[in-house]
């Protein structure tokens, strides 16, 4: 009987595993909509990029530093190095399993940061820059929540990567793209999609795939997982809708700011599907839809080409998803009791959790950024920010 439950959760793992890998690639369409059409092979080509670096740095080092043994809280010890020591056997799911799975998050954190340098950064510039960042921000963060770092230790939560990928991958978009300066014209040409139906099928893509992303977090065929991915739907189109209304206030309810709402609403319930009930969920979208929004706005108004708003969706959704946890958890569903049911001190961890990560995610990510920046140059030259970077960087072109 046990062999038979490690064989469900294992096909189930395997299949949410691709939808995580496949939800990665789809950040190259979404974003691949967003940009001029001179420069969408370079964005789809970054998300294709980041799986395929992770997916060896992950396998070289990086599960090891995340989930290897604990060394002061910080970082995993080497003793996974080249998965040795990483084989067929563990519960709920064999060991080499969960690493592929793992291996899915941190390729996504990578492509979603790629918002911030849209348009204008150096290919090699950038797989230099990947390959530390997932090293020395992503691999300390995902040790610190889920590798039995100081964070685990405090009894801080992510169910599915509110901390790891989304405050990780937004808030370090923020930094990357203050480091890389805007886009020529920003502010003063129209930088419109050149591509909203583009947009639209990888916004299909990776509300599909979040169900494999937080469903898959239970790491077991069972009740926690069934919730997660309810919740998962539900603040998806509660964050649809309040980003839509918000929108139609100002304006016109574009397609563009629906989908916009609920990736927002995808990212803030991520780290909290295991631990909140349907109801919960309403609220954690719909609030996520308004502060999303809100944030685009302000992100607008200190003209920050922080170009796809992964900060202002990822970063700023992940904030608040994390921090609901501590008010709408039920001990029903993930044993913990936020605010609302009469628990008090998991809020506060939450809030220690989110800044923590943010500062960490935020000024890593700068000095990495400056380091890259100053020993290759991060950016194309302005004649090839010109041209596309389709035909400057690839050679290539959609005509």
């Known amino acids: 009987m046990e062999t038979d439950t490690v064989m469900i959760n294992s096909v189930f793992i395997l299949i949410c595993t691709a939808m995580v890998i496949l939800m990665t690639l789809a950040v190259g369409f979404f974003y691949g909509g967003l940009v001029r059409k001179k420069n969408l092979i370079s964005m789809l080509t970054l998300s294709f990029v980041s799986v395929a670096l992770v997916s060896i740095q992950w396998v070289v080092v990086g599960y090891s530093l995340a989930f290897g043994p604990d060394i002061g809280g910080l970082i995993g010890g080497l003793d996974y190095f ?68 100081w964070a685990y ?127 919960s969920a309403i609220c954690i979208g719909a609030i996520s839809g308004l502060l999303c929004y809100g944030a685009l706005l302000f992100r607008l108004e200190h003209n920050w080409d922080e170009s796809l708003d992964a900060w202002a969706i990822h970063g700023v959704g992940g904030v608040w998803g994390t921090i609901a946890i501590g008010l709408f958890a039920v001990p029903a569903i993930g044993g913990i009791s936020g605010l609302i049911v009469g ?16 500062l960490f995610a935020f000024i890593g990510t700068l000095i990495l950024a400056k380091g890259v920046d100053m020993v290759f140059g991060l950016r194309v030259t302005t004649e090839e920010e010109y041209v596309g970077l389709d035909i400057s960087q690839h050679g290539e072109t959609i005509n």
């Open 153 to 279: 230790s405090m009894g801080i939560l992510d169910f599915a990567g509110g901390i790891v990928v989304h405050i990780g991958a937004g808030f370090g978009a923020l930094a990357l793209a203050l480091v890389i300066g805007s886009r020529l014209g920003f502010g003063e040409h129209n930088l419109e999609p050149h591509n909203i139906p583009l947009t639209l099928l990888g916004g299909a893509l990776l509300w599909f795939g979040w169900f494999g992303f937080n469903s898959g977090s239970a790491l077991a065929m069972n009740e926690i997982a069934i919730n997660a991915f309810v919740v998962t739907n539900i603040s998806a189109a509660a964050g649809a809708l309040s980003w839509m209304v918000a929108s139609w206030i100002h304006g016109k309810p574009s397609s563009l700011g629906m989908i916009s709402g609920a990736v927002a609403g995808l990212g803030a319930i991520t780290p909290a599907a295991g631990f909140v009930g349907p109801m």
């Open 343 to 358: 628990g008090y001190s998991q809020i506060v961890l939450q809030i220690v959790g989110a800044l923590a990560a943010i």
């Open 82 to 149: 080249m998965l040795q020591g990483v084989g067929m056997s563990g519960e709920p799911v064999p060991d080499m399993l969960f690493m592929m799975f793992q291996l899915s998050f941190a390729a996504i954190a990578l492509a979603i940061i790629t918002s911030a340098v849209a348009e204008r950064i150096k290919l090699s510039s950038f797989i230099i820059f990947g390959l530390l960042w997932t090293t020395f921000i992503y691999d300390p963060l995902a040790h610190w929540v889920w590798g039995g770092g």
